[in-house]
T-cell receptor, first 114, second 117 residues
Framework: AQSVSQHNHHVILSEAASLELGCNYS??????LFWYVQYPGQHLQLLLK??????LVKGIKGFEAEFIKSKFSFNLRKPSVQWSDTAEYFC????????????FGKGTMLLVSP | DTGVSQDPRHKITKRGQNVTFRCDPI?????LYWYRQTLGQGPEFLTY????????KSRLLSDRFSAERPKGSFSTLEIQRTEQGDSAMYLC???????????????FGPGTRLTVL
């Protein structure tokens, strides 16, 4: 069965600091990869996704992620975080075939201090 | 707002009672998913529909859980004889017919928070 691992459960940064959230998955085949964000009091929102092609994908609000197939990783980055980026971030994967069910990591809670 | 909607947003019930949650997907989305999220965990897949057909239900947590999507539009998730361990956030997501194979993108609703006393 596939699984997703997010290395950091809590991250605290100051505004303008750079962000990198780790995500590794275990699945032997081709996968689709996603990052979702949940702002306080809001529902899960899609931040960015990777299906194929350029392994560096850009999402909303200045976020980007890089798919490194050899490392089974899909790390999320942002060069300069803002207080409004305070949220919980979830990495998710589904196999690029068959069912479309998502397997999520446990999430990383990011707190950005002003 | 034309996003996924869920009703109720909160439900408090006593152990042993039955509960039913409703999900209305984004208009014209033919796929609908149910997930459960407990504290400190990411969402966990439960079941999924394509139109009115339930294509995967083996991940429903027990036979007390059932879901329907009778007309291929809204869906209901029922939990019978609730237990305290059923307390969680129940999330619904929908996705449109993909434009290319295996490019499904799911959009989530606000969830229904269930508390079983």
């Amino acid at each position: 069965a596939q699984s997703v691992s997010q290395h950091n459960h809590h991250v605290i940064l100051s505004e303008a600091a750079s962000l990198e959230l780790g995500c590794n998955y275990s699945y032997g085949g081709t996968v689709n990869l996603f990052w979702y964000v949940q702002y306080p009091g809001q529902h899960l929102q899609l931040l960015l996704k990777y299906f194929s092609g350029d392994p560096l994908v850009k999402g909303i609000k200045g976020f980007e992620a890089e798919f490194i197939k050899s490392k089974f990783s899909f790390n999320l980055r942002k060069p300069s975080v803002q207080w409004s980026d305070t949220a919980e971030y979830f990495c998710a994967v589904n196999p690029n075939s068959g069912y479309s069910t998502l397997t999520f990591g446990k999430g990383t809670m990011l707190l950005v201090s002003p | 707002d034309t996003g996924v909607s869920q009703d109720p947003r909160h439900k408090i019930t006593k152990r042993g009672q039955n509960v039913t949650f409703r999900c209305d997907p984004i208009s014209e989305h033919n796929r609908l998913y149910w997930y459960r999220q407990t504290l400190g965990q990411g969402p966990e897949f439960l079941t999924y529909f394509q139109n009115e057909a339930q294509l995967e239900k083996s991940r429903l947590l027990s036979d007390r859980f059932s879901a329907e999507r009778p007309k291929g539009s809204f869906s209901t998730l029922e939990i019978q004889r609730t237990e305290q361990g059923d307390s969680a956030m129940y999330l619904c997501a929908s996705s449109p017919r993909p434009t290319a194979p295996s490019t499904d993108t799911q959009y989530f609703g606000p969830g229904t928070r269930l508390t079983v006393l």
